[in-house]
């Protein structure tokens, strides 16, 4: 079990949980046994699930949890009352060292507030902030902060960038150096918030060590992949990546009405292609950075194959050393 | 004449002006006689594109101006300098009297700031805002403030709600009550920035003559349809119509690489309306609200079909007597 990753999902969180987390653990543990599972909820509950995969029981552990976070509670109120909760506990084993990441896909709110009530940040970081994974042209971009802090300064974008980085090398397993760009309403250097021309100032006039910085870069730019990590503030985040879902959505819904039968069916395959490009149980899991430890984020509605995308999310994090990688990449600034 | 729409058209901004702005009067006269345009510009070049359309010379005016604003001069250093271009000229004739409205498919910075330093704001409303068209299930909805304001208070947000409804009204002759929503990063009262809670506090107060308050409402749900009206800040506003863009371009480029030819012509007929009714020449047109005469800007990379629709859009706008229906909007606020 040494060799495994340790993985504490909090099972109760989410659309159809228990039941799509331990099918998604259930997926992930048949392309591959890498990981081990601290399954935090229900236990009868769990149990019944567990009991239709060997697989599952093979490699994971049940911990009893008497409560629930629900979806609509106010993060502050489930931090208040939640300490028994499955989210709760799961997040514990991390600081206890039982586990090396967690896992939910409940509340979202409550998953920030709780994460960091019982996990210390990373030394020099003020504002921990939510990444995720945003198709391109090429590949995929990280984007981040998608909505945990909605005013955020210099400092913390600058944090932003240098987590992104890190982030962006762990998942695509590249040594190089990632190219930043701040998102913004135009090109040149004089436009935009305060803000962003203060941390393009220093970001411009930093030796930077592991990353290359782009400049600015505008939201019809976000898919062009000609970049691979973009830095906002999480309310301009938040709504740039819902905007994009919604605009994707409407598209490829009057499309299908569009198009007939039988040329579905003649453009069969290209379009099954297509679909798996975009497919948004891939980018499932949003990371939640600048913690000692991290905290991985599963759409609530994505199903079990989407759950098990965010498992694989997990387990490059550990295994490239996320924490260690963020903490060499931040920079000391000559502002 | 008496009876026309004056619009001041400034001829050299944009790709391909003057060629694109005469051939788009043109298309526009083809289809109603109901305008009479003043052309600015430099008077040999407009010459020799006028002499091509009887329709064209008989229905306007060419005002030879020595100067042209450049589309990647600052607006400041534009406006300096400025006094003498197709731009500058076409908007002072506002200020005489001479024309109704003014169209450019210009540098938008340099519009925004020549609009402001030569026509009065309406009494009452600190920032005028750029408003433009966005396509829902529906129909179409109104989203401002677009790019003029970067930084924008509560009574900024609750002067673009009324300057919005005005403008919705008088778009699509609509009497009724436009539905009004503010772009927030979720639905739930307390949630947002600060400027957001003390807007809908003050929409949610005051009863509202003009308009129906529908609350937040997020990035997905800007093109659902189940409002009319979007109000956000100019930073946010600019951010989401240009994600919004680069992912319909990302969805339709793929796709298209994605279709056997074979497939395309079967359901030719379908895919066509579809492009119709995405076809972004049909909300080509941003309006520049908050002046005491309206300014039009129409995108500068459209085409002489686009820019006929940002004519019809500038009728529309003087027909429906949008300044006043702004003046009679404006609330005046229980904070």
Redesign the interface.
């Known amino acids: 079990m040494t060799n495994k990753v340790n993985i504490a999902v909090d099972a109760m969180g989410g659309e159809n949980a228990p039941r799509k987390i331990i099918e998604g653990i259930n997926i992930s543990l048949q392309s591959s046994q890498k990981n081990f599972f601290y399954i935090y909820g229900q236990q009868d509950i769990l149990e019944k699930e567990i009991a239709k995969s060997k697989l599952v029981q093979q490699n994971c552990e049940i911990i009893n949890t008497k409560d629930v976070i629900v979806d609509d509670e106010?993060p502050l109120a489930a931090a208040k009352r939640g300490k028994e909760s499955s989210m709760w506990k799961a997040i514990e084993s991390q600081k206890e060292n039982k586990s090396d990441i967690s896992l939910s896909a409940g509340n979202t709110g409550a998953l920030l507030v709780i994460s960091r009530l019982i996990l210390n940040s990373i030394n020099g970081i003020n504002k921990p902030a939510l990444a995720g994974l945003w198709?391109?042209?090429n590949n995929m971009n990280v984007v981040l902060d998608l909505?945990a802090n909605?005013?955020c300064d210099e400092k913390n974008l600058l944090d932003f960038a240098c987590m992104g980085a890190a982030l962006f090398k762990s998942l695509f397993n590249n040594n190089g150096y990632p190219r930043i760009a701040l998102?913004n309403?135009g090109l040149e250097e004089?436009k935009?918030?305060d803000v962003l021309k203060k941390t393009y100032s220093v970001l411009k006039k930093n030796k930077l060590k592991n990353f290359e910085f782009s400049g600015y870069i505008?939201?019809?730019?976000?898919?062009?992949g000609n970049v691979d990590v973009i830095i906002?503030d999480?309310?301009?985040g938040?709504?740039?990546?819902?905007?994009?879902?919604?605009?994707?959505?409407?598209?490829?819904k009057?499309?299908k009405?569009?198009?007939?039968k039988?040329?579905?069916?003649?453009?069969y395959n290209?379009?099954k292609?297509?679909k798996e490009?975009?497919d948004p149980r891939k980018y499932n899991g949003a990371i939640f950075l600048g913690l000692q430890s991290p905290v991985v984020k599963s759409h609530g509605s994505t199903d079990a194959i989407g759950f098990a995308h965010s498992i694989e999310t997990c387990h490059k994090i550990v295994r490239a050393n996320l924490i260690e990688k963020i903490k060499s990449h931040l920079i000391t600034v000559d502002a």
């Open positions: 106010s198709p391109n042209n909505g909605i005013e998102l309403v004089h935009g918030k505008e939201g019809n730019q976000i898919m062009e906002t999480g309310f301009t938040n709504i740039a990546l819902k905007t994009a879902e919604g605009t994707a959505n409407f598209i490829t009057n499309l009405k569009s198009l007939s039988l040329s579905i069916l003649l453009s290209a379009l292609q297509f490009k975009l």
